[in-house]
């Protein structure tokens, strides 16, 4: 494993970053979603790409970013405000003062830069947002780079295990690097989740600009002082598997400026076409917007490639508990929005910043971006008349001062404030499937994420280890959310024409060794649930593994599973949930609940538990069965050395 992961290090390298670098260390880094249906990189620097479904054998995007705009003061070299001296500056009156100066006058207008920062530009190659531990922090006397740089990636947990370090801004340690995992569990809503940081400016203090790649050098980057905490979830529950949704934490570091008209944007080249034909299959994509009570923008192939690329993907953005104004734009490559030098007062065309522009619903130069969220059709919906290489960008935003007062007025955050979002990726094979699964997905998020009676849902089996055996064969080890009738152990060689070799196991099983292989082959292994065995049969694989027995390294450093993960449905509760708890292995186990003041007042198992998912009922009631108070309660899991501790709320 850990050579794949050297290679995963350089690829991210030469792909995204072409200039000369100072150094072969690692700028950025990804992990790859494989709980679900959907296939996705996820980077270190707010970008995504490769997302495709494996098991339909489709490419549904080659790269996406998150774009953030805003407006922020101008401040001189010691933090003092600027004025423009002239009411209305341009080019010969740019003169700016301070309040100290004996030409400022309370009358005069602050200088107002509105920047932006992206992490995919999509037409250039250019990144603004990095890795603390990237290559331009490398020879700063002060950060510790040689000690954190492989450190600083994308954290892969499944079940909430291992947790990253909590994500502080300013970082009480000073090493910025909240990645390095630890040996605990965290509560998480996904099954499988990456987690991602990363800032538009230095932590360490490094001067410079903060852009990167071959474009950087015609690039005028100024920091917002954004930093950015991602993760994103996946599941392989059935209903829940066609998806992968995107929580983003924006913080505002700024010391005393407030970042005003916020814009939150998601820039997306959707490339549709089956895996393993011409590249020429992205030429023909054609994207459109659904308004209404779904707003989501989404791509599909023109000609659907003779009924083999059926599948639609979605884009939907959600602010929670602010009902942002939506906009979304596309154009063809190599003529989006340019932002190259934001302060240029006399800027060639409409602004010096056509990103904030697009992300606020303005257009500044419509010959080359055209509207996709288009109102005036008489239907929910607008598709681009005719397919092409086409990208769009999805945004949402606040009140614009000139504007009339929207309901939720304009989007600002003040300094050390945060703003979460939402982007989810979504599937379907039609456009009723898309605002079907687009309002199932909000109500997800809206409901946090509440999961339902997990114990009763078919689910894909995940592989999640494999390892050489003494006996010359394979060790398999593998997790489910809930026990089916049950496993199909399945492996074959590679490329082979011959059916699969299949071990059937009982619901129970987590790990099978393969044995008897020939050490030189390589084999394709995979694993199948099967539930409700007969005419009503549901039947589930896992991607296929590709291994060899003498290639096969220690794997230790690779994602375990969990001896504790937990958490309870639903939550808030009123009169039961459900407590489910996973162990990796055998032990002895208890699960209690407390109230507020430390008091025990439910035990709810005691005894020994085999490894994997097993569930328990609370019913709001004591160990004498009186109805407890509605309240704060906290439900423990301790094994023989090792405890996790969980607050759940009864509402009656």
């Known amino acids: 494993m850990k050579h794949y992961i050297i290679l995963i290090l350089l690829l991210a390298v030469v792909l995204l970053f072409g200039q000369t670098k100072p150094s072969e260390a690692k700028s950025v880094n990804y992990e790859t979603?494989?709980?679900?249906?959907?296939?996705?990189?996820?980077?270190?620097?707010?970008?995504?790409?490769?997302?495709?479904?494996?098991?339909?054998?489709?490419?549904?995007?080659?790269?996406?970013?998150?774009?953030?705009?805003a407006k922020k003061y101008r401040r001189n070299n010691v933090n003092q405000l600027l004025y423009w001296l002239s009411p209305i500056p341009g080019p010969g009156n740019d003169q700016m003062v301070t309040e100290n100066d004996p030409l400022w006058n309370p009358n005069l207008l602050v200088v107002t830069d509105t920047l932006s920062t992206v992490a995919y530009d999509g037409d250039y190659d250019l990144t603004e947002f990095?890795?603390?531990?990237?290559?331009?922090?490398?020879?700063?006397?002060?950060?510790?780079?040689?000690?954190?740089?492989?450190?600083?990636?994308?954290?892969?947990s499944i079940l909430g295990y291992p947790a990253p370090s909590e994500f502080q801004i300013p970082d009480p340690l000073g090493t910025y690097c909240f990645s390095i995992p630890q040996q605990t569990s965290?509560?998480?809503?996904?099954?499988?989740?990456?987690?991602?940081?990363?800032y538009d400016y230095c932590p360490f203090g490094t001067v410079g600009e903060r852009d990167w790649g071959s474009n950087s050098i015609y690039n005028q980057h100024i920091s917002l002082g954004l930093a950015i905490h991602r993760e994103s979830f996946s599941w392989p529950l059935q209903n829940y598997a066609d998806a992968i949704i995107i929580r983003n934490t924006i913080i505002n570091t700024n010391e005393v400026d407030?970042?005003?008209?916020?814009?939150?944007?998601?820039?997306?080249?959707?490339?549709?076409?089956?895996?393993?034909?011409?590249?020429?299959?992205?030429?023909?994509?054609?994207?459109?917007?659904?308004?209404?009570?779904?707003?989501?923008?989404?791509?599909?192939?023109w000609d659907g490639d003779n009924g083999s690329s059926s599948l639609m993907l979605g884009s939907k953005l959600i602010i929670p508990e602010f009902n942002a104004k939506h906009s979304c734009w596309y154009w063809r490559m190599g003529q989006g929005p340019d932002d190259s030098n934001p302060r240029n007062?006399?800027?060639?065309?409409?602004?010096?910043?056509?990103?904030?522009?697009?992300?606020?619903?303005?257009n500044p130069d419509s010959t080359y971006n055209l509207l996709l969220r288009y109102p005036q059709t008489g239907t929910d919906y607008y598709e681009q008349p005719v397919g092409n290489d086409t990208r769009f960008l999805n945004c949402l935003y606040g009140t614009q001062p000139s504007e009339i007062e929207f309901p939720e007025g304009r989007l600002c955050l003040a300094p050390s404030e945060s703003l979460v979002y939402y982007s989810v990726y979504f599937t379907g094979t039609s456009l009723d499937e898309l605002r079907t699964r687009c309002l199932f997905w909000e109500n997800f998020i809206n409901n946090d994420f509440n999961l339902g009676d997990v114990a009763q849902t078919p689910c894909l089996p995940y592989l999640y280890r494999i390892t050489p055996s003494e006996t010359t064969g394979f060790n398999l080890f593998w997790t489910s959310y809930s026990a089916p009738d049950n496993f199909i152990v399945k492996y074959k060689l590679v490329d082979s024409p011959s059916d699969w070799e299949e071990i059937s196991l009982p619901g129970n099983a987590h790990n099978y060794t393969i044995s008897a292989i020939n050490p030189q082959d390589w084999y394709e292994v995979k694993l199948a649930s099967v539930y409700n065995s007969g005419v009503d049969e549901i039947y589930l694989e896992s991607r296929s593994q590709t291994v060899n027995y003498t290639q096969m390294v220690d794997i230790s450093d690779e994602v375990q599973i969990p001896l504790l993960a937990l958490y309870n449905y639903p939550n808030p509760f009123n009169p039961e949930t459900h407590i489910q708890f996973s162990l990796s292995?055998?032990?002895?186990?208890?699960?209690?609940i407390y109230n507020l003041k430390g008091q025990r007042v439910k035990t709810l198992f005691q005894g020994f538990a085999e490894s994997g998912m097993h569930t328990?009922?609370?019913?709001?009631?004591?160990?004498?069965?009186?109805?407890?108070?509605?309240?704060?309660?906290?439900?423990?899991?301790?094994?023989?050395?090792?405890?996790?501790?969980?607050?759940?709320?009864?509402?009656?």
């Not at 098991?55 to 998150?66: D, E, H, K």
């Not at 965290?186 to 990363?198: C, D, H, I, K």
Request: charged share 20%; with cysteine.
């Open 258 to 301: 407030t970042l005003f008209d916020l814009a939150i944007s998601e820039f997306i080249d959707c490339d549709i076409y089956p895996e393993g034909q011409s590249a020429n299959g992205y030429k023909d994509d054609v994207s459109g917007y659904v308004m209404g009570n779904y707003e989501f923008a989404y791509s599909r192939d």
């Open 585 to 592: 292995e055998p032990s002895e186990v208890s699960v209690d």
């Open 345 to 362: 007062l006399n800027p060639t065309k409409r602004t010096a910043n056509e990103k904030y522009y697009l992300a606020t619903g303005r």
């Open 130 to 156: 990095l890795p603390a531990y990237n290559c331009l922090s490398q020879f700063n006397p002060t950060v510790q780079y040689d000690i954190y740089n492989e450190e600083d990636r994308v954290l892969n």
């Open 33 to 69: 979603h494989n709980a679900g249906l959907l296939s996705l990189n996820v980077y270190n620097n707010g970008s995504l790409s490769n997302l495709h479904n494996p098991y339909s054998g489709m490419n549904l995007m080659s790269q996406s970013g998150q774009w953030i705009s």
């Open 616 to 652: 328990v009922l609370w019913n709001g009631k004591d160990n004498n069965n009186y109805d407890c108070a509605s309240g704060v309660y906290f439900y423990k899991l301790q094994t023989k050395d090792k405890t996790l501790v969980r607050k759940m709320l009864m509402l009656k």
């Open 186 to 198: 965290f509560t998480t809503p996904g099954f499988e989740t990456l987690s991602a940081y990363y």
